[in-house]
């Protein structure tokens, strides 16, 4: 760390020029005589206490700095402790995160001695990235399939008929989904099914069957204008029929790829596992985060015991200095009064010696404990 001082506000320069000028005076008029005392002069004692204000004035500059770095040094252990609470909340998160995650896998994974069809239950055969994009595929063929027929139907009512289209197509898709996760759910023994459950799929499945007859009857209306050159079929009644049964063998086809990937692709245990490892990631990332910002803040020093010694040290080079520029600026002043006297006067007369410059420097001991509190944290 470190700590700067302001300049002071009496420059060294000022005080050399000052004992030139004060000295001259000074012995033109005689003084000191030889009946003066030590420590008479008044421009020697003014020039101590500048010297000593200097001096305190740099004391009180480090003391200032120094508890400015008491205070962010506190703030500091303030901040470490919350963060160390926060990291203890989030660490037992992360380990009950992680629990649930082993809980989770040991379901998917089941044991050796289990039975297959329980086993197969649990997994994920078809990955999501692969499902959901082929579902939207099928029902976006199911819409556009069954559009050209509705809009016939309604004639002008042409947002109606796409409306009623998007429906339609997307109906048969999730009914087909809606089948085939009941037959895997029928598989799981570990979460069984209420039995009601499973006979409300007879009446579920038989009104999607007519739904489909009844949307294949339609789309062959709409499609029996462009068999009239198919000679295969020569009988109207029969080309009907064989449409009817084209489109319902299609979107039948359709709801039977559904389902199957329905089927194969839902697992609870696995669905339930991924969620437990978003949660886990999430808490970790979050754990690590504050691990990083808590080691940048403890790393980050803003008082030490050698902190405090080194700026203590300095500040006795410092008034060091200032003595030893108190005493050049002195001995100017005795230098200048005795070549400008009439009379004789000894250099080393009482009255010319400098005054003592005397002051304690402060030892700091009240912020080298702070700071040993601080290290500790």
């Known amino acids: 760390m470190v700590i700067s001082f302001k300049r002071s506000k009496v420059r060294n320069s000022s005080w050399t020029s000052l004992a030139v000028s004060r000295g001259?005076?000074?012995g033109k008029g005689e003084r000191p005589s030889e009946s003066w005392p030590a420590n008479s002069v008044p421009f020697l004692n003014e020039l101590n206490s500048r010297a000593i204000q200097k001096a305190q004035q740099r004391i009180d500059q480090v003391r200032s700095n120094l508890n400015n770095a008491v205070i962010e040094s506190i703030d500091r252990d303030d901040q470490l402790r919350l963060l160390s609470s926060q990291l203890e909340v989030e660490e037992h998160r992360v380990s009950e995160a992680e629990n649930r995650v082993r809980v989770f896998q040991e379901a998917v994974d089941g044991y050796k001695e289990e039975n297959s069809v329980g086993k197969f239950a649990r997994i994920r055969s078809i990955p999501d990235f692969f499902y959901y994009p082929v579902l939207i595929l099928l029902a976006l063929g199911?819409?556009?399939?069954?559009?050209?027929?509705?809009?016939?139907?309604?004639?002008?009512?042409?947002?109606?008929?796409?409306?009623?289209a998007v429906a339609v197509g997307f109906l048969t898709v999730v009914g087909a989904h809606i089948i085939g996760l009941s037959l895997k759910l029928k598989l799981d023994r570990q979460r069984p099914q209420e039995g009601w459950v499973i006979k409300m799929l007879y009446p579920f499945s038989g009104i999607l069957l007519a739904a489909v007859v009844v949307v294949g009857y339609v789309r062959s209306a709409q499609a029996l204008t462009a068999l009239q050159n198919f000679n295969i079929i020569e009988s109207p009644f029969w080309r009907r029929v064989f449409l009817?049964?084209?489109f319902v063998l299609l979107q039948l086809a359709f709801m039977a790829v559904a389902i199957m990937m329905s089927f194969l692709h839902y697992s609870k245990s696995e669905h339930d596992l991924n969620q437990a490892k978003k949660q886990f990631n999430e808490m970790k990332k979050a754990q690590d985060s504050r691990i990083k910002e808590y080691q940048q803040l403890s790393s980050r020093s803003f008082i030490t015991e050698d902190v405090v010694e080194i700026e203590r040290e300095k500040l006795i080079s410092s008034?060091?200095?200032?003595?030893?520029?108190?005493?050049?600026?002195?001995?100017?002043?005795?230098?200048?009064?005795?070549?400008?006297?009439?009379?004789?006067?000894?250099?080393?007369?009482?009255?010319?010696?400098?005054?003592?410059?005397?002051i304690n420097v402060d030892e700091f001991d009240d912020l080298k404990k702070i700071a040993l509190k601080s290290r500790n944290v």
């Open 24 to 26: 001259a005076r000074d």
């Open 244 to 246: 009817v049964f084209f």
């Open 319 to 358: 008034i060091k200095l200032i003595e030893t520029e108190y005493l050049a600026a002195c001995s100017i002043y005795v230098d200048a009064n005795i070549h400008a006297r009439r009379d004789e006067l000894n250099g080393a007369h009482v009255s010319l010696v400098p005054p003592k410059f005397a």
């Open 142 to 164: 199911e819409v556009f399939l069954t559009a050209p027929a509705l809009v016939k139907l309604f004639g002008d009512i042409e947002v109606f008929a796409w409306t009623v």
